[in-house]
């Protein structure tokens, strides 16, 4: 039997188009960890509001709420950090429920990334989580024709630490309609001062395979 675990949620509204960093405000300085290297520090993104829900216009006809359910399915495997599934899921029976990774120890959380693409929704992020390696990957789901769908999918998207804690946002809108700019890490750069490396792609609206 399953047991659906609630969260209690406190929302403040806020629009798709909200205030986002920018890289001239946030200049590259060598990324230090700036608490002790904790579950929630190396599994979130700093630059990121993530939250348990958010508010947005995601399907384009009006204001709805995503936010993250845990299923808990095994009680004994909670206390190593398996045990779980989360869901992103809305009160909105016509946004349909998605699964997402995370961990018990670390739980996913949401960003509301604003219309990246320029076509009027509202895209959301996540960051799974793992108990294991400094690398995470960065999830861009948009809805498309009524099923969720990755914005924007490859390399670019894993993260390590150094990233995660540089201040930069992974995706912001890109500077023609249609388009998103990434932010992403090169290890070959990094002595040079130049880690962080900027590309602009198109989104692909590739399948979301759990499998990947």
């Known amino acids: 039997m399953k047991y659906l ?6 929302i403040f509204l806020f629009a798709c188009n909200d205030n986002k960093t920018s890289i001239k405000e946030n200049p590259w300085i060598e990324a230090q960890y700036s608490e002790p290297i904790t579950w929630r520090s190396i599994q979130t993104i700093v630059a990121h509001d993530e939250q348990d ?15 993250v359910e845990k299923v808990v399915e095994d009680f004994d495997l909670l206390s190593i950090g398996h045990g779980c599934r989360y869901y992103i899921a809305s009160p909105n029976k016509n946004i349909p429920k998605i699964e997402i990774y995370g961990i018990n120890y670390a739980p996913p959380k949401l960003v509301n990334e604003g219309d990246l693409d320029g076509n009027g929704t ?11 390696s400094q690398w995470r990957y960065y999830r861009i789901f948009t809805l498309r024709n009524g099923e969720w769908r990755n914005l924007i999918d490859g390399d670019y998207l894993s993260t390590c630490g150094m990233f995660r804690q540089s201040g ?17 890490f090169n290890w070959d750069l990094w002595e040079a001062g130049e880690d962080v490396k900027d590309t602009i792609v198109k989104p692909t609206f590739s399948r979301i395979d759990m499998d990947d």
């Open 168 to 184: 930069f946002e992974v995706a912001e809108p890109g500077l023609a309609k249609g388009t998103v700019l990434v932010h992403y």
């Open 122 to 132: 509202c895209e959301v992020g996540y960051l799974d989580t793992w108990d294991c």
């Open 5 to 10: 675990v609630p969260f209690f949620l406190l």
């Open 53 to 67: 829900a958010i508010v947005g216009n995601f399907t384009g006809k009006g204001i709805d709420i995503l936010y």
